[in-house]
């Protein structure tokens, strides 16, 4: 990319290349994987600016960071290529996120059922991102008969859903309204 161009070109024939250098079908499930953890790490970004709660504002940007690594590692042709240390999901990672889900479920009503993706503008940022991380950890084990998949790697995408929850919930009930509960008989 020298003299500021960001294309190549290299990629106009469906085409593109790990880290590592192999190149592959930009069908391949690799790319489907690390490209739903940037479509999460995108809708994350956007949920960072809306988000009503500082604290979680400064989680997300590292949860963003960590999208970056888990990207990273998807991305690399452990075959052709070891992975860099930047590019691993430790138990501490894993650990800190479970923390802050226990951190907002301390500050909850209990869960009284099912609740509707909506709340506040926010809350529903955050749902977004709970559901396309859903999808991104679907790809990730679609992945996995294929590419070895670290353990922590799966285990923070997982809990991440799980944050991503919590923090929809907090962010409904600190701005004062009530969850909305869904209505099975759809009344």
Same mark, same amino acid.
């Given at each position: ?8 070109? !290299?990629?106009?024939?469906?085409? !593109? ?5 192999? +190149? ?5 499930? +690799? ?10 790490? &995108? #809708? ?5 600016? $809306? ?7 400064? $989680? ?17 042709? !452990?075959? &052709?290529?070891?992975?860099?240390? /930047? ?18 479920? &301390? ?12 709340? !506040? ?5 955050? #749902?977004? =991102?709970?559901?396309? =991380? ?22 923070? $995408? ?13 962010? $409904?009930?600190? /701005? ?9 008989? =759809?009344?």
């Amino acid at each position: 990319m020298a003299g500021g161009k960001i294309y190549t070109a !290299t990629g106009d024939n469906g085409t !593109t290349s790990l880290v590592g250098g192999k +190149r592959v079908s930009k069908t391949d499930l +690799r790319l489907e994987a690390y490209g739903t953890v940037d479509e999460l790490n &995108a #809708h994350i970004g956007w949920l960072a600016e $809306v988000s009503t709660l500082p604290t979680d504002k400064a $989680v997300l940007r590292f949860i963003q960071n960590k999208l970056f690594v888990i990207g990273s590692n998807l991305a690399t042709d !452990t075959s &052709a290529t070891p992975l860099k240390a /930047a590019s691993i999901v430790t138990d501490e990672d894993v650990e800190k996120l479970e923390r802050q889900i226990d951190r907002l479920s &301390a500050q909850m009503p209990p869960f009284r059922g099912f609740v509707l993706p909506t709340g !506040t503008l926010p809350a529903s940022a955050a #749902h977004i =991102c709970r559901t396309v =991380c859903r999808r991104a950890e679907r790809r990730i084990y679609a992945l996995s008969p294929n590419q070895e998949i670290d353990e922590n790697l799966r285990r923070f $995408v997982n809990r991440l859903s799980d944050y991503l929850f919590v923090l929809a919930r907090a962010e $409904v009930i600190t /701005a004062g309204k009530e969850e909305i509960i869904w209505d099975k008989d =759809c009344k």
